[in-house]
T-cell receptor, first 117, second 112 residues
């Protein structure tokens, strides 16, 4: 079974700093997807960034970027120029494909990120 | 506006009662999912549905039931057989050909 591990339960940085959240995963699959979701106090799960395992290029979305190391099974999220609105729980998630074509997300335990003014 | 809606936002239930959580989407997505989140934890898959009139158990289906009579709707019933139902429930959907799930705002269920 796939597992996702986020080793940092909590992190705190000053506004405008850069922060990196860690994620490792375990799988025997070769084709899969990795995601970072953000859950602010409203508890809505918001997609931050998505990485396809067969793509070597790291995904980037504005201030958010990932460092995807497939051999090491590592998928870290870097937030540049952090803003107060980035304060949230961040979840790393893995997705494999079912034979039927449905998609199952496997989540890590989350990292609580606080951006201080 | 297109999106995924869940109702109600907060739900209280007495022990021994069944309760149904609503999930509706107008995104024309084929696949829909129900996840459960406990405090300080990630999400766990309860049920999922790839197409109308078809659904499959996830990792923690015991004590739950679903139906998929319409493409837009995927209600979740929490039965009295669910031993620890107090949790936050999130519904998600994904379009065909895209390996990404989008989430609704969630329902907080509390058993009194």
């Amino acid at each position: 079974a796939q597992t996702v591990t986020q080793s940092q339960p909590e992190m705190s940085v000053q506004e405008a700093e850069t922060v990196t959240l860690s994620c490792t995963y375990d799988t025997s699959e070769n084709n899969y997807y990795l995601f970072w979701y953000k859950q602010p106090p409203s508890r809505q799960m918001i997609l931050v960034i998505r990485q396809e395992a067969y793509k070597q290029q790291n995904a980037t979305e504005n201030r958010f970027s990932v460092n995807f190391q497939k051999a090491a099974k590592s998928f870290s999220l870097k937030i540049s120029d952090s803003q107060l609105g980035d304060t949230a729980m961040y979840f790393c998630a893995f997705m494999k494909r079912f034979i039927q074509g449905a998609q199952k997300l496997v989540f890590g335990q989350g990292t609580r990120l606080t951006i201080n003014p | 506006d297109g999106g995924i809606t869940q109702s109600p936002k907060y739900l209280f239930r007495k022990e021994g009662q069944n309760v149904t959580l609503s999930c509706e989407q107008n995104l024309n997505h084929d696949a829909m999912y129900w996840y459960r989140q406990d405090p300080g934890q990630g999400l766990r898959l309860i049920y999922y549905s790839q197409i109308v009139n078809d659904f499959q158990k996830g990792d923690i289906a015991e004590g739950y039931s679903v139906s998929r009579e319409k493409k837009e709707s995927f209600p979740l019933t929490v039965t009295s057989a669910q031993k620890n139902p107090t949790a936050f429930y999130l519904c998600a959907s994904s379009p065909p050909g895209m390996d990404t799930q989008y989430f609704g705002p969630g329902t907080r269920l509390t058993v009194l």
